[in-house]
């Protein structure tokens, strides 16, 4: 029995997609899981992207490397994006984490506490994170991976992400023992002379083509599903849902469906959101309220307990977040906790 609303997660599609940008990046890839993976669970997309003999992990928080390392064990290494926040060291130690180091004072931070595996950030143009290449420190001991980040990965003819590699090879090529991490999912597309030693590909993992639309090299792997909790025929001049937020202009077939914003399905949706029912798009319609939509399904066959599809195989994850003015990114962090994953 599937729970009415539900995060279907295919975790051979998401091994599929960690192979295929190995192979199109032409490095190893570094699976980026922060943010529980985007939100379809770290635990259970780490642990399938070891099998596939991922080593290397990125989150974004302390707490969430900690959550990763006892779930994963001691093998991989689970680098910190966050760095070395104040008074976080012995906690980044006891996990056996390593921080990428952002600034002098968490070098300063990490050193004072013992010091050990860490990574670098270089800023190269994003100026969100890390140290000018004018500025990077020396070499230091326990310093094994040096990393940059690109600032339009998902277009392909923006000039900067030339200068960003450059600048990035130019700054590491002053830590010849570390490993140079460079391209996230967009920057694995753009040529092999992105990929350096390591990619830290997350979106494109989890189903988000590298541009912000459906691409036929990555396959879907989230399915975000609702159960139909009822059918109803609504008449010419009745309205559906809260404000009147739609009036039918003529008969209609509504159902009511099991996922609500308090699932993640945006009220951004109204009035643009498409929903796949039995393989064919039709619109929400109205608000879109706490618990359920609606959605228009005249001239289907649609029954109690039949389900559709937020967004999936029939409804791609970069269509479904445009249609809300957003970002598969957003879209996926945005399914709650009330939502269970189911792995299959
Ligand atoms: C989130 C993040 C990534 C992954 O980016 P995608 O676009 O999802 O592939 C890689 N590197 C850094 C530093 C990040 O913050």
Redesign the pocket.
Known sequence: MTAPAALTVDLDALAGNFRTLERIGGAPAHP?V?ADAYGLGAAACAERLMREGARTF?VARTREGEQLRAALGATPAIYV?DGCLTGRAARLRAADLRPILNTEAQIAEWRAAGGGRCGLQIDTGMNRLGFRPEAAPEPFAGLDLV?S?LAC?DDPAEPMNARQRDAFAAAAARYPGAVRSFA???GIFLGRDYGFDAT?????LYGGGPEGRPDPRIRPVATLSAEVLQVCDVAAGESVGYSRGFVADGPRRITTCAAGYADGVLRAYSPRGLVAVGGELRPIVGRVSMDVCAIDVTGLEVAVGDRVELFGAHRMLDDAAAAAGTIA?ELLTSVTARVPRIYV
Not at 200 to 204: A, D, F, L, M, S
């Open positions: 980026v922060k990125f994006l990393l980040h990965a996230n999912s967009g830290r590909p997350g979106v494109c990114y």
